[in-house]
């Protein structure tokens, strides 16, 4: 077999059923399938997770005399964390901008999930703000994740 492949259609047999799928119960083939599975999903799942919380690539050298030690690409989530304390706009706008099918349902459920990292309320000596600006952030993350874990996004429509 050559690496070569005139089709990316050569790396799938055309006759395969996902067993116990909805699509094996109508008779219906998923070639695509063949390649998805458990460890697949999971690992799609632990990668994004890194890499909301950590940015995407590697950059560990020397700029201007300043010694770094941190990815690439971060992204920038400042209009997310101006929402973190309302968890279900918070989820409205990530679900917005990653999938156009994600209905009331699903977005109650992870708002739900976001609402339940409590942030800390600011005390009189306004000591705790990095603890603060940790649960926003870890809203944040939660969001954008579970919303990349959902079948709305993984399946696009």
């Known amino acids: ?20 799928s909805t699509t094996a119960a109508q008779r219906l083939v998923a070639p695509e399938l063949q390649i998805t599975h458990e460890t697949s999903a999971a690992a799609w799942v632990n990668f994004m997770r890194d890499n909301i919380a950590q940015g995407v690539g590697a950059s560990n050298g020397t700029v201007n005399g300043v010694a770094l030690n941190r990815r690439d690409i971060r992204p920038d989530f400042s209009a997310e964390l101006a929402l973190a304390h309302d968890a279900a706009a918070l989820v409205e706008r990530v679900a917005g901008r990653l999938t156009y099918t994600a209905g009331a349902a699903l977005k109650a459920e992870i708002a739900t999930a976001v609402g339940s990292i409590a942030i800390p309320a600011l005390n009189t000596a306004g000591s705790n703000q990095a603890a603060i600006d940790t649960a926003r952030r870890n809203r944040v993350n939660a969001a954008i994740l579970l919303v990349l874990a959902s079948p709305e996004f993984q399946v696009q429509q």
């Open 1 to 20: 077999m050559s690496l070569c492949s005139s089709s990316v259609f050569n790396f799938y047999r055309p006759g395969y059923v996902a067993p116990g």
